[in-house]
């Protein structure tokens, strides 16, 4: 069974960076797409950064330029690295992933989530 498990998550200040990490267990034989989703108080699960085929990224508008993703096949990971991060990127920041596990059936996971608080 895959599972996910972020970490990183903390208090950072406005302008402050952080990076979250994803680490990926289980076997699979293919993951089309890893990607971060948060969701903040009050509001609905918005899409952050997502990866798919190792290279190929796509942002939300609120983060481009800010946000990086990568991913590192061999430690099965996908990391978030987050700059000048402002009061609004507050939330609870979830891994999400999707693939085809060792039986060859398709899979879609997501992690517990981590918190990210960005105040001063």
């Known amino acids: 069974q895959v599972q996910l498990v972020e970490s990183g998550g903390g208090l950072v200040q406005p302008g402050g960076s952080l990076r979250l990490s994803c680490a990926v267990s289980g076997e699979f034989v293919k993951m089309n797409r890893m990607g971060w989703y948060r969701q903040a108080p009050g509001k609905q699960r918005e899409l952050v950064a997502v990866i798919w085929g190792g290279v190929s990224t796509n942002f939300a508008d609120s983060v481009k330029g800010r946000f990086a993703i990568s991913r590192d096949a061999a430690k099965n990971t996908v990391d978030l690295q987050m700059n000048s991060l402002k009061p609004e990127d507050t939330a609870v920041y979830s891994c999400?992933?999707?693939?085809?596990?060792?039986?060859?059936?398709?899979?879609?996971?997501w992690g517990q989530g981590t918190l990210v608080t960005v105040s001063s």
């Open positions: 999400h992933a999707k693939g085809k596990d060792d039986a060859f059936r398709n899979f879609e996971v």
